[in-house]
């Protein structure tokens, strides 16, 4: 039997926001324009010890990071926790994460790419989360998909309609919404945050990749049997691929579709989330309809 998955409650003026930079190194200039941007809509902003700092490739060491993850989790007055970039790194952390204050005290979690990694743990204890954007989406606010993101995070659920792409496969369903970027997801086979995909639909994008090591991210879930009773499939940006020379001969694309193509659920392409200019915001856990006709497609939440 499927399980809603709950919904933190929504942000309103005065509330507290965190920043915590649990992967990727940033510069520290990104992170302060998104707080004085947060700040100036009245919310109360505190940036991490650790999100502006440097170890290596990491914003710090596995430990800080971890500190920081932590107590932003566990903060009860927090309503929204903000990551300031993905990267790599929190495979290295997530399974010393102590959830049980999160629990106690839901809280909206935002970011993408390597956030994925969270994003699995959360719908896997039943909580929704927001593939969003991130700190340096608040450089252009207005054309980033900040402005989506807040609108979800006041409550707002408007359905989303945008121009059918030539490789979608028409058709409607109905599930929760799973997913993020497809490198994090196919890393998660065999472990306990493991995508449970039957009756839900999949949004999946990456930045990149080459298309063979794209190919073999396909099969691994095709052959784990994650997509034999999936409900529909959502594909966002498949931004800078690399081919290899000689090279696999076909797109990105067609590289999906060469996988799907016996199964009959929808298919929608070109959807506008993942590393783009604009990236639509996502309520992961949320229960949707996706239909695909011939002139529009449209997302709304239920």
Not at 160 to 171: A, E, M, V
């Amino acid at each position: 039997m499927t399980v809603d998955c709950i919904a933190p409650p929504p942000l309103s003026q005065g509330d507290k926001v965190i920043i915590t930079a649990p992967a990727g190194r940033i510069a520290p200039a990104k992170i302060d324009r998104a707080a004085a941007y947060l700040q100036g809509l009245g919310y109360r902003v505190e940036i991490m010890p650790h999100a502006r700092g440097e170890w290596h490739m990491f914003s710090g060491t596995d430990e800080q990071r971890l500190a920081d993850l932590q107590q932003a989790m566990d903060d009860p007055e927090c309503r929204m926790l903000l990551m300031a970039r993905g990267g790599y790194g929190l495979v290295r952390i997530i399974d010393r994460l102590d959830l049980r204050g999160f629990l106690s005290h839901p809280k909206w979690v935002v970011g993408f790419s390597d956030i994925t990694h969270l994003h699995a743990r959360l719908q896997g204890l039943n909580f929704q989360s927001i593939h969003g954007p991130m700190t340096a989406a608040f450089e252009n606010p207005e054309e980033s998909g900040v402005r989506p993101l807040l609108e979800l995070l006041s409550g707002k659920r408007p359905s989303l309609r945008l121009p059918t792409h030539p490789l979608n496969r028409p058709g409607k369903a109905r599930g929760k919404l799973i997913g993020g970027n497809l490198a994090i997801l196919a890393s998660l086979l065999g472990s306990p945050d493991e995508p449970e995909t039957d009756g839900n639909l999949l949004f999946l994008e990456d930045v990149g990749e080459y298309l063979y090591r794209l190919d073999r991210m396909l099969h691994s879930l095709k052959r784990a049997r994650k997509l034999d009773r999936l409900a529909g499939l959502i594909v966002g940006g498949l931004s800078e691929m690399k081919d290899g020379d000689p090279g696999m001969g076909t797109s990105a694309e067609m590289l999906f579709w060469q996988i799907v193509d016996e199964f009959d659920f929808p298919i929608c392409f070109g959807f506008p989330a993942g590393h783009l200019p604009f990236n639509q915001p996502l309520i992961l856990g949320a229960e949707v309809e996706l239909s695909i006709a011939e002139q529009e497609v449209t997302l709304s939440y239920l």
